[in-house]
């Protein structure tokens, strides 16, 4: 190889990595700075390809996608003096890559530190003005706005970050207060049971005496019309004797005198002392039935 073409060939190689140096490509998920000598001449470049001047331009680029900060626990104080314990998260992305750049450097893990500062900030004067009740359950969406939207502005006048979503995930007591806590509860439930169960009782006490009153009424009425029915047979029966000793009193003395022999004599094994003109034995000396009357019904 002669000289002429040595000296081509490496002006090739120097062709190619100049011009290596000067093409650079921004990905969709990214947002980039140019740099002359440091200071920013281009402070938002779109996404796709993109020319520089080497040794002179230099290109920043930052993940321009959603990121999560998962703040840790803080212990914030209520407005009733009360202690809570936070657990919360942001959603933040870049909003202006140039005021982001040269406010944190572009630094990832600085940019969560200071969030976390500002966002310990803003819950702590968020639930300095709130009760226990509001914080949990009353104004939980409005102290949620609030945060976001005095979050959002402060980030973005001094990182260039806009601020998608701050949540709570839990609000817990601190432990030395817990178990008090949940023992209050505990007696105001038992409080509570022993009123429903003292109520219910009182319900049952009046039924049951409801019950037992009609028990007493229905069981008097019963016996009443039992009573009457009974008075009623008892009447017609009478009735029905009468006419009939009525109608053949011989034959109906007769009758009478039979059953209280067959009555009498069934068992085979009863003694009788009786005197031998007894009225007893008035049909035993006549075995001839009295004739009916032809008059009867």
Do not use: C
């Not at 002006?11 to 140019?34: N, P």
């Not at 409005?142 to 402060?154: F, G, N, P």
């Amino acid at each position: 190889m002669n000289a002429r073409s040595l000296y081509l060939l490496i002006a090739v190689l120097v062709v190619v990595m100049i011009g290596s140096k000067s093409v650079y490509i921004v990905k969709e998920t990214e947002r980039a700075v140019k740099l002359r000598f440091g200071e920013i001449v281009d402070g938002d470049i779109q996404p796709g390809l993109h020319f520089k001047i080497p040794f002179v331009n230099t290109v920043r680029t930052f993940d321009a996608r959603v990121q999560t900060l998962d703040a840790r626990p803080q212990s914030f104080l209520t407005l009733e003096k009360k202690r809570l314990i936070v657990d919360s998260f942001v959603k933040w992305k870049i909003n202006d890559p140039a005021k982001y750049y040269t406010s944190i450097s572009g630094d990832m893990f600085q940019a969560s530190e200071r969030l976390a500062n500002n966002i310990e900030e803003e819950l702590r004067n968020q639930f300095g003005e709130r009760t226990v009740t509001e914080v949990i359950s009353g104004e939980r969406e409005e102290l949620m706005d609030a945060v976001i939207r005095d979050l959002s502005k402060r980030a973005d006048e001094q990182f260039g970050i806009e601020i998608i979503d701050v949540r709570v995930k839990r609000i817990d007591l601190p432990t030395e207060v817990s178990s008090s806590v949940y023992q209050r509860m505990r007696t105001e439930r038992q409080r509570l049971a022993r009123e429903l169960r003292a109520r219910g009782q009182e319900l049952a006490e009046g039924i049951r005496a409801d019950a037992d009153r009609q028990r007493t009424v229905i069981l008097a009425e019963a016996y009443r019309e039992s009573e009457e029915t009974r008075g009623e047979g008892d009447a017609q029966a009478a009735s029905i004797y009468a006419d009939a000793y009525s109608a053949d009193e011989e034959f109906y003395s007769f009758n009478r005198s039979l059953q209280a022999y067959r009555d009498t004599f069934k068992g085979g094994g009863d003694v009788m002392l009786l005197e031998p003109d007894s009225e007893f034995f008035r049909y035993l000396d006549d075995a001839r039935p009295p004739s009916r009357s032809a008059t009867q019904p």
